[in-house]
């Protein structure tokens, strides 16, 4: 496994991957609620370089999906949460109730948040479009103020500048 750190719009990125794709996505200055992998500094190995450009696209308006092989790793509830994260369209957002019934269990909101919050691929498996009942934005591993923008940035709020 490898890791690079790119730099965006809303910190430095901790890419991890491997040959066979993309593992995580953590930001370098905020703890994280996934565990570090083991990882050698490679920031020419094409899993990293190919997210590094997609998310560059992403971050300058140019690209609405990403097209990167990803490897999750974690239980199959969580692999089926995130499943949902990465059909919540560019610019929406769903709720973890509307998750739930998705996966087909209503009363599962509650798993269906602490899923979202393990989600080891922030960004572009997009657990910042998922909000509370109430609109209410919450629970962000880059903290609520990164998921706020990058809410309104989708939305065609705001710009962001390098």
């Known amino acids: 496994m490898f890791y690079t750190i790119v730099p965006s719009p809303v910190g430095n990125l901790r890419l991890v991957g491997s ?37 560059d696209q992403y ?10 092989k990803l490897e999750f790793r974690g239980t199959d509830f969580q692999k089926r949460v995130w499943d949902e994260l990465l059909k919540i369209p560019f610019g929406e ?42 609109g209410a934005l919450v629970g962000f591993g880059g903290g609520l103020e990164v998921k706020e923008y990058l809410i309104n940035f989708e939305r065609g709020a705001i710009e962001f500048k390098f």
């Open 19 to 55: 040959d066979r794709g993309l593992l995580a996505v953590s930001w370098e200055s905020k703890g994280s609620s996934v565990p570090r992998l083991e990882t050698m500094e490679d920031p020419h190995q094409p899993v990293l370089v190919e997210a590094a450009r997609q998310l």
């Open 59 to 68: 971050f300058a308006g140019q690209r609405k999906e990403f097209e990167l």
């Open 93 to 134: 957002t769903r709720t973890y109730g509307e998750i739930a019934r998705r996966l087909g269990n209503v009363n599962a909101m509650r798993a269906v948040g602490a899923a979202n919050g393990r989600n080891p691929i922030p960004i572009i498996a997009p657990c910042h479009r998922v909000i509370g009942a109430s």
